[in-house]
């Protein structure tokens, strides 16, 4: 097949998933063109059948803001245009899905199909921000194909948008030879010389991360046992994060690292991971972390219980409870026989349910329908 992706390329879930769709099609031999302002984030190599199209967006200083979403139709549409592509892959409705449905109408190309991947904040950003409601809606149902991410997302736009029998579930995915358990034993040595525990969470720092609850269980655990915080990503809470870190006197336990390039090799080495979010269509950096035998303890009421087994691979529990996250945190760091069982059984739940390999099979039949419609 000849595919065209565009998806937001900086450090996040939904460009991160979309990238690695990408290389694994074009792994399987089919061409694929990224197009997008910058090269997404985990293009780390040369593929002879992975291309990439920059758009340019004219500086003009009448533009108060410089017109992206325009640039970015027309470079769909010339991409398409030149190599013959099939099918445009928009990942993100805001605003991917209008742009391919703009390019699609540029071209007058019928036959051209648009497949629009929902991954979350595009949806439940647009409950607080009316003003994209309706573009949203018609973009996602001018698509001729439609997935999220998980049922709890799919519910979301059935309630929101009323969109309710076109959603097709295809789950997020991990590369298991990547992800996986016992990386990077040095930076551990160093990080944790008396043998302390490592807690985690990956995230982009927004306010709906919760990264004050992150800090709060932090907070209860170490005081049940010895342990270090590791921060991973940046973003607007950042500061929230700091300041709740001084509050509580944890400057030598916790780390704040940044965006990370290679998180698996970090992921690797934790203990427990926290992603107690208020919204998360499905939790990308909770599935590495599981793929790395990494137990996680999230929110009960999002997309996690999905991914995450409780009782099992973690727990999953009310938004806000951080005292009985870090009750269940404790127990699973303090019974070394336990933490190997739930260990043992992340790594097995997600090579059975969310492989790369197995989800992006799903991806190839479902492009390949919507080309047959
Ligand atoms: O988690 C984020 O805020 C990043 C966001 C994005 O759009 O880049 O991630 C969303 O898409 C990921 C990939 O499908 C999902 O795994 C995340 O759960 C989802 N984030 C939220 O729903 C908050």
């Given at each position: 097949?000849?595919?065209?992706?565009?998806?937001?390329?900086?450090?996040?879930?939904?460009?991160?998933?979309a990238?690695e769709?990408?290389?694994?099609?074009?792994?399987?031999?089919?061409?694929?063109?990224?197009?997008?302002?910058?090269?997404?984030?985990r293009v780390?190599?040369f593929m002879?059948n992975?291309?990439y199209h920059?758009?340019?967006?004219?500086?003009?200083p009448?533009?108060?803001?410089?017109?992206?979403?325009?640039?970015?139709?027309?470079?769909?549409a010339?991409?398409?245009?030149?190599?013959?592509?099939?099918?445009?892959?928009?990942?993100y409705?805001?605003?991917?899905?209008?742009?391919?449905?703009?390019?699609?109408?540029l071209?007058?190309?019928e036959k051209?199909k648009?497949?629009?991947t929902?991954?979350g904040?595009?949806?439940?950003l647009?409950?607080?921000d009316r003003?994209?409601y309706?573009?949203?809606k018609?973009?996602?149902?001018?698509?001729?194909?439609?997935?999220?991410?998980?049922n709890?997302?799919?519910?979301?736009?059935?309630?929101?948008?009323?969109?309710c029998?076109?959603?097709?579930?295809?789950?997020?995915?991990?590369?298991?030879?990547?992800?996986?358990?016992?990386?990077?034993?040095d930076?551990?040595r160093?990080?944790t010389?008396?043998?302390?525990?490592i807690?985690?969470?990956?995230s982009?720092?927004?306010?709906?991360?919760?990264?004050?609850?992150?800090l709060d269980?932090?907070r209860?655990?170490?005081?049940?046992?010895?342990s270090?915080?590791?921060l991973i990503?940046e973003?607007?809470?950042?500061?929230?994060?700091?300041?709740?870190?001084q509050q509580?006197?944890?400057?030598?336990?916790?780390?704040?690292?940044?965006?990370?390039?290679?998180?698996?090799n970090?992921l690797s080495?934790?203990?427990?991971?926290?992603?107690?979010?208020?919204?998360?269509?499905?939790?990308?950096?909770a599935?590495?972390?599981?793929?790395?035998?990494?137990?996680?303890?999230?929110?009960?009421?999002?997309?996690?219980?999905?991914?995450?087994?409780d009782g099992?691979?973690?727990?999953v529990?009310?938004m806000?409870d951080?005292?009985?996250?870090?009750?269940?945190?404790?127990?699973?760091?303090t019974?070394?026989?336990?933490?190997?069982?739930?260990?043992?059984?992340?790594?097995e739940s997600?090579?059975t349910?969310?492989?790369r390999n197995t989800?992006?099979?799903?991806?190839?039949t479902?492009?390949?329908?919507?080309?047959?419609r």
């Amino acid at each position: 097949m000849r595919i065209g992706i565009t998806c937001h390329p900086v450090t996040g879930g939904s460009g991160v998933l979309a990238t690695e769709l990408g290389i694994a099609l074009a792994e399987r031999g089919h061409q694929v063109h990224l197009v997008s302002y910058e090269l997404p984030v985990r293009v780390d190599r040369f593929m002879e059948n992975l291309f990439y199209h920059q758009v340019e967006v004219n500086a003009y200083p009448l533009f108060k803001y410089p017109p992206y979403t325009l640039a970015l139709a027309a470079k769909l549409a010339e991409v398409v245009k030149t190599w013959k592509l099939e099918l445009l892959h928009a990942h993100y409705a805001i605003p991917h899905a209008t742009c391919c449905y703009l390019a699609k109408q540029l071209l007058r190309d019928e036959k051209l199909k648009v497949i629009t991947t929902l991954h979350g904040t595009d949806i439940t950003l647009v409950g607080s921000d009316r003003s994209f409601y309706e573009i949203t809606k018609f973009s996602i149902e001018s698509s001729d194909g439609v997935t999220c991410v998980s049922n709890y997302l799919r519910q979301e736009v059935c309630r929101e948008f009323k969109i309710c029998d076109e959603p097709r579930v295809i789950y997020n995915f991990v590369d298991m030879q990547k992800y996986k358990p016992d990386g990077c034993c040095d930076y551990k040595r160093k990080l944790t010389p008396n043998n302390e525990k490592i807690v985690m969470h990956v995230s982009n720092f927004r306010p709906l991360k919760r990264i004050g609850d992150v800090l709060d269980i932090f907070r209860l655990i170490r005081s049940g046992v010895p342990s270090k915080l590791l921060l991973i990503g940046e973003g607007p809470d950042l500061g929230v994060a700091r300041e709740r870190v001084q509050q509580y006197h944890l400057n030598d336990d916790v780390v704040f690292l940044g965006n990370q390039e290679n998180v698996e090799n970090l992921l690797s080495i934790g203990d427990l991971f926290l992603l107690p979010s208020e919204h998360e269509s499905f939790g990308l950096a909770a599935l590495e972390a599981l793929a790395c035998g990494v137990p996680v303890i999230g929110t009960s009421h999002t997309g996690i219980p999905e991914l995450v087994e409780d009782g099992k691979t973690g727990y999953v529990l009310p938004m806000g409870d951080t005292e009985t996250m870090a009750i269940r945190g404790l127990e699973l760091l303090t019974d070394d026989e336990k933490h190997r069982q739930f260990s043992r059984q992340a790594r097995e739940s997600v090579s059975t349910r969310f492989d790369r390999n197995t989800v992006v099979s799903e991806y190839e039949t479902y492009y390949q329908e919507i080309l047959m419609r």
